[in-house]
């Protein structure tokens, strides 16, 4: 019996967002009809995603029905958040997939000295855990938070939990993509909405990773499945401009080093990285699968690929989601008298 399948994938518009995207759409059962809801900021960015989704499924000859929707949404504006939510509960009765690939940063550069000793010190390393990206510190959003953490963190929890009867009713699959730059010292509990690091977006990272394991549990009571997944290393559009011919191509071959000298996690290739999330949306068994662990998007040193799981340090968890509750508590009060907007077709 065939069924209607609705997926909000969030940050279509970057190479791992499209690739997910892609993924989906090979794996899930082409008796079903599947709607891609695409989200981004702008609506010309919207149609050039949906237009390279489509040029996808003429490639791989996909049949059954694939239909596009879209959201415009902005994580660092809360009231574009609301909106998001009523256009969602306007259109649709149940979702079934939600990847929450949310990947601010507020990059600055590279500190090409440091990433010079990194590369002749451990090249392995620094293509791996790179510590020389530059971050701004003290970056808040026009709404007053620090903006990766309302990005990254925040702004998709209060979407989901907006539309957390939709999810019910579908059943669904929610994915965190967090990232192998998660680790504890990326974030201080001091510090939750990340305004005093200069590793904001690892930090970000570090708190999805917490929010997962503080809120998964509670999900599964209410009939959603929720995991937590990292893509590995791979080439990212959102770093090319701060790389020119030479550095892009030496970073290039880097990775492809790293990988033959044994790194696990250097994908490279955006679709290999989307391997984890898509694998855990429609392959994982809800009875045997462990939600209490991060499942990675991994390769072997010849570029097959394959699902590895890592474990979770949990400390802080219930400290990150007592912050986070009251963060929400606060948001509804302030946008309680909010008026829906119109939808634009596309």
């Known amino acids: 019996m065939s069924q209607w399948k609705v997926a909000v994938i969030t940050g279509t518009n970057s190479n791992l967002g499209l690739n997910i995207a892609y993924r989906l759409i090979e794996r899930e059962d082409p008796k079903n009809r599947l709607t891609i809801v695409v989200t981004s900021r702008t609506l010309p960015r919207v149609r050039e995603v949906i ?94 938070m620090g903006l990766v953490f309302q ?53 970000s990272k570090r708190l999805v990773d917490l929010l997962h394991m503080a809120t998964f549990k509670e999900m599964n009571s209410k009939g959603v499945r929720q995991y937590v997944v990292q893509p590995g290393i791979f080439l990212s559009h959102s770093f090319y401009k701060y790389l020119n011919f030479f550095t892009f191509y030496g970073m290039l071959f880097l990775f492809y080093l790293a990988r033959l000298l044994g790194s696990q996690w250097h994908n490279i290739d955006g679709y290999k990285a989307a391997n984890a999330p898509v694998y855990v949306a429609t392959l994982a068994n809800p009875q045997f699968e462990h939600q209490n662990s991060k499942y990675g998007s991994a390769v072997s040193f010849d570029g097959i690929e394959y699902i590895e799981r890592t474990d979770i340090d949990p400390t802080g968890c219930n400290d ?27």
């Open 51 to 144: 237009s390279l989704i489509k040029s996808h499924i003429k490639k791989i000859d996909r049949p059954g029905v694939i239909d596009f929707d879209y959201l415009l949404v902005d994580f660092t504006n809360m009231v574009s958040v609301l909106n998001a939510y009523y256009d969602l509960k306007n259109t649709y009765s149940a979702i079934h997939y939600f990847f929450v690939n949310a990947a601010q940063g507020v990059y600055d550069g590279i500190d090409w000295v440091g990433a010079t000793k990194e590369v002749l010190n451990s090249p392995l390393a620094a293509v791996t855990y790179p510590e020389y990206k530059i971050q701004r510190v003290g970056v808040t959003s026009k709404d007053g």
């Open 151 to 203: 990005a990254n963190v925040f702004g998709p929890y209060y979407l989901l939990q907006k539309i957390l009867p939709l999810l019910m009713e579908g059943k669904a699959t929610i994915v965190w993509v967090s990232s192998l730059m998660s680790a504890p010292k990326y974030l201080s509990l001091q510090d939750i909405e990340l305004l005093k690091t200069n590793a904001s977006y690892e930090g």
């Open 320 to 346: 990150v989601l007592s912050y986070i509750k009251s963060k929400e508590k606060e948001w509804d009060e302030k946008l309680k008298d909010q008026i829906k907007r119109t939808r634009i077709p596309i």
